[in-house]
């Protein structure tokens, strides 16, 4: 069994905390993966006043990423994006709209997305309107539109007899 010890993150480290805080965990995880790639130091009395320092930093920065955040919100709402694929007479589609499908119509039209940011988990696979779930703050969520239509074949030209 490890020791564990108290550190400062300096930046934020997924499934442990927000720049920072002050949090307790193994020595070897530490050692090994937080103080190597500069998430963290150790909490030392000196350190402490960077704690104060960080977390007004990030209250600052959370603070002014939400405000973003709801701005492309009410945008990316009044944004319908259209995608269109191959289906066959009835409607059943060919193949799939999946997350980079969308992430390519919103940068064609100029809207710039991370990949995690588009929460769609599931290719939509009918025509149709569909709704792909939006997570782009974490207390910014909403839904963007998507229009699933049947790709226009090109016209055969007419086979002379």
């Known amino acids: ?13 997924p499934e442990l905390g927000r720049s920072g805080d002050a949090c307790r965990v193994r020595s ?5 993966f937080l103080f190597p790639q500069k998430l963290a130091v150790t909490l030392t009395p000196g350190t402490k006043r960077l704690i104060e320092k960080k977390r007004a930093e990030a209250v600052v920065r959370l603070a002014k990423e939400k405000e ?3 701005a492309l919100l009410q945008k990316l709402e009044k ?14 589609l060919f193949g ?3 997350p980079a499908d969308v992430l390519a119509k919103l940068a064609e039209a100029g809207v710039v997305l991370a990949k995690k940011q588009l929460a769609m988990y599931e290719p939509f696979k009918a025509l149709g309107e569909h709704e792909a779930p939006l997570h782009l703050h974490p207390e910014v969520r909403g839904a963007l539109k998507v229009k699933v239509v049947a790709e226009k074949a090109p016209e055969a030209p007419a086979a002379a007899e």
């Open 1 to 13: 069994m490890g020791k564990s010890i108290e550190v400062i993150l300096l930046d934020d480290v």
């Open 28 to 32: 070897g995880y530490a050692r090994n």
């Open 68 to 70: 973003e955040a709801e």
């Open 79 to 92: 944004l319908t994006v259209t995608c269109a694929v191959k289906a066959n007479a009835e409607g059943r």
């Open 96 to 98: 799939s709209v999946s």
